[in-house]
């Protein structure tokens, strides 16, 4: 059993969150989402007994395993790595909300970000700390409505790419060895996954490696897109301009050229998760989120910001156009529980009602006359046969699909 030792400064910072513990007491940690594979890869990290000295006093201990049956890159790997989990000894929970009365922090690990705000409000309503893993989620809106709760509830998150973590990045960032740096061109991988914002699936580690070097003060971005990559350049703060490549064929490397004061460097190489893990523990040990909660914001705008300029056919559009426009949205919240007669109760707040099958579409239909969004939650937790449950998501495909409870 690891040992919490815990010294006066770190007593301070937990006084202020509710996360002190006695000397001989483990810091628990609780999984949601066991949909990818950075789960396996914390957890050995995190439980090595033999592991880095800031881990030691953590232990994960339980996981919900979640995952979005329509989304193969989520719903195939759950079996596999609830597993992996069973391995390492953690205990199996069918609820976030009973996980919460046997943890003490978070790690919310969902590859499908759509669902992350939904699985986010039991955690924040319960005061624990909180990793929310790449994408923070599904669209702008949820992301401001995750911190904006958060923030309300004083409940302490952070997100973060390992690739920030890396220690070029992080020179650059704090130190930098070519003077003040004026633009970063940022490349990564950047494949599409149908149920997120083209760059929020993968995109998303170049354009943090990005933001770490040029830091959170971009205003505006515009895009040019091929079926084979995407460029996005966005200008920021003092007019420095910064760069990302998204690229879909060909070799696709983590990387950032950052042109300085003094001199050109190229920075990127990848050292894996364990530097993120550890800010993860630090994190947890402090309640003080490494990354500020607006640079997280930015790094989404900006994402969203050239989804417009797309659109726009490469028109700018900037960050504060995408924050406004997501906050501006009419957004109708629904629940679609699955009856054991295989039919489907609606309930938006307003209004209940079961419909057939067939009807789930017209229902949708009908609302998005009203409301820019359709957000939906699917509690299927009755067992409805799988082949049932996907015609019923076919026919709600034009919604936003926010969260699946079985």
Avoid at 313 to 326: N, Q, W
Avoid at 338 to 345: I, K, L, M
Wanted: net charge negative; glycine share 8%; with cysteine.
């Amino acid at each position: 059993m690891k040992r919490f030792i815990v010294v006066v400064s770190v007593l301070i910072a937990c006084a202020c969150q509710g996360l002190c513990l006695g000397a001989d007491e483990v810091f628990k940690i609780g999984v949601i989402g066991a949909t990818t594979s950075h789960v396996p890869a914390f957890i050995k990290t995190i439980n090595d007994p033999n592991g880095p000295e800031i881990c030691k006093g953590f232990e994960v201990t339980a996981v919900y395993p979640g995952g979005m049956p329509d989304n193969p890159d989520s719903w195939d790997r759950v079996q596999s790595y609830t597993q992996d989990c069973v391995k390492a000894g953690l205990t199996v929970y069918n609820t976030i909300e009973e996980m919460l009365e046997h943890v003490d922090g978070v790690l919310l690990e969902s590859v499908d970000g759509r669902p992350h705000l939904e699985q986010a409000k039991p955690v924040i309503a319960a005061k624990k700390p909180m990793f929310v893993d790449k994408p923070v989620a599904g669209r702008l809106r949820d992301v401001l409505d995750l911190y904006a709760l958060a923030e309300e509830n004083n409940v302490p998150i952070f997100t973060a790419s390992s690739l920030r973590y890396v220690k070029a990045y992080q020179q650059m960032r704090n130190d930098s060895p070519i003077g003040e740096i004026y633009g970063a061109d940022a490349t990564s991988p950047s494949p599409i996954n149908g149920k997120h914002p083209s760059l929020y699936w993968y995109g998303i580690h170049g354009v943090e490696s990005l933001f770490t070097v040029m830091g959170p003060d971009c205003l505006y971005v515009s895009r040019t897109n091929t079926p084979g990559a995407d460029v996005v350049v966005g200008v920021w703060k003092d007019k420095k301009i910064g760069t990302f490549r998204g690229i879909r064929k060909g070799a696709a490397p983590y990387s950032c050229k950052v042109y300085g004061e003094t001199g050109v460097q190229n920075v990127g190489d990848y050292e894996g998760y364990e530097p993120l893990v550890l800010e993860i523990c630090k994190f947890f040990q402090t309640g003080v989120a490494p990354v500020d909660a607006q640079e997280t914001i930015n790094i989404f705008a900006f994402m969203t910001a050239a989804d417009m300029s797309r659109k726009e056919k490469g028109k700018s559009v900037t960050l504060e156009e995408a924050i406004s426009a997501a906050k501006e949205e009419k957004i109708l919240n629904i629940t679609v529980t699955a009856t054991d007669r295989s039919e489907f109760v609606w309930n938006d707040g307003s209004e209940e009602k079961t419909l057939e099958l067939e009807e789930l579409r017209e229902a949708v239909e009908s609302a998005l006359e009203d409301y820019d969004v359709v957000r939906f939650v699917f509690d299927n937790r009755v067992g409805m046969p799988f082949d049932t449950l996907q015609k019923a998501l076919t026919e709600l495909e034009d919604a936003y699909f926010a969260n699946y409870l079985y």
